[in-house]
């Protein structure tokens, strides 16, 4: 196998631990936060069902990624993800929670000026728009679901005990389907851009599965995703399980669905058909952070408490990293390539 | 590593019959103090007294064994972590209550006090104000678990019959004082009149703190 090509994915498998460290956090720390789940218990199933999402669903790159920037050189698809991951890590570093999508498009616009490229401001604006829609529309959709709950509890009289149990499952299971969608929306994000030039061949496991090269690339992206949760995760989890507002276990569930919710909405095409056939105004397919999907529905359910509970020097600190990061990826990037090219010889883009 | 095991339904309904068997067991203390203060006022220190006073410790030695499975099964299992703490204060405050009625019981058994007959009716009256309290208690914990809108129903009940047993109280500690018995013998017997109708305000305790788990849970 080529080394120089297992060189520049390295890059991207940090990238991919550093998604493992933060995301994961949105995912299930709500229900850790809340003491419903254990830590481990929490990251064998989110490691699972990442794997299971990044081979099985993760079928190919973002279109809209693909649209904001064609990466075409090995080294700049490299640059691209040092820059994401270094941003993500420091962040996370300063447990403040980040998206990972925001630093791929800070990297992809940093790349864009260094080669002089335009970038496609309607397409940025899609995205840059979405940074702003998700987190409103998360927090209706938890305002929504947390009174529907409520009202659920109240009419069916099950016991305490066992709406703890109930709550305790769903969570498991909306966890591992957030899980899912993590691992399939976002593993394009992570090592997506080596797609093209990956050199695995493709594996059979005795005939009953068997891998194709784009699939063993997914999966090593999803290792490293893996490698992520189990070791810096905790730290991250910890601010949004609990510093953010302090949170029932109901609360947890609302937020973990609600996020659920919010990105199939937004990667849904099947919605957008429906709304199309009704000459209704379509939702932009975006890969929406599934860390402004979490902050919304924290802080709408913590404003229809009255607000009282909410830590606001926290979510500042969060919505300051939201500006900070895309940022500083875009600086990373335009600077590391600079380097690339000019001290390493190496061809960053492609005219 | 997964605590979550898969026969955690059924763990969590043995926890939930612990919990109600609990509850009946106040209800029980209740009837069965209130029958044998019946028996008392009318055969004294007799066999079916003994029995009927046995028979509140029992229940008592019940209550505590369940009371420490519940809360050893609340922790073991990392059940309900933000309640957790509520339910074991809320079942030990009911252990209080079941403890108080078997040790009244105890002291008649060992002091035998000389009630006089003219007092005996309204010394029913407080002792059945008592039990009303103890059991709308038990009724209003029952309903914090599964039906949260009616803890304050049963909540009124209580504080009212607490308020009633208050007000016979004094009557009866008046009328004590205001007769021409032995001091000691008034002292005596406004000692067991005290010592009832603390069960009522044990009760009223526990139903205070109850309706503050009630705004918890409910925001």
Redesign the interface.
Known sequence: MDLTFLFFLSSGLFLGWSLGANDASNIFGTAVG?????F??AA?IASIFVVLGAVYGGSGGSDTLGQLGRVNALAGAFMIALAAALSVYWMAHLRITVSTSQAIVGAIVGWNFYCGRATNMSVLGQIVSTWVICPILSGVVAVILFLFM?RLF?VW??????Q??YI??SL?VTGALCAYALGANNIANVVGVFAQSQPFESIDFGGVISWSGQQVLFFLGALAICVGIFTYSHKVLMTVGNNLMKM??RAALVVVLAQAIVLLIFSSQGLNAFLTSYHLPKIPLVPVSSTQAVIGAILGIGLL?GGRGINWSIGGQIVLGWLITPLAAMILCFVGLFFIENVFRQVVFML | MFNVKLSLFSQTKQLEQKIDAMLDKIIESAMVFKKAVDVYLKEKRSDAYRKLSKEIKTIEHDADSLRREIENRLYAQNLIPDFRGNILELVENLDKVINEFDEVAHQFYIEQPEIEPKYHDKFRELVGQVCDCAENLAMASRAFFRDLPVVRDYAKKVYWYEHESDKTTAELKECVFDSSLELAHKLQLESFLSEVADIADLAENCIDQLLIYVIKRDI
């Open positions: 809340t003491k419903m789940l254990k481990r218990t064998v409520r109240h009289h099950v016991h305490l005990l066992r703890d149990a305790r499952r498991i029932s276990p408490k």
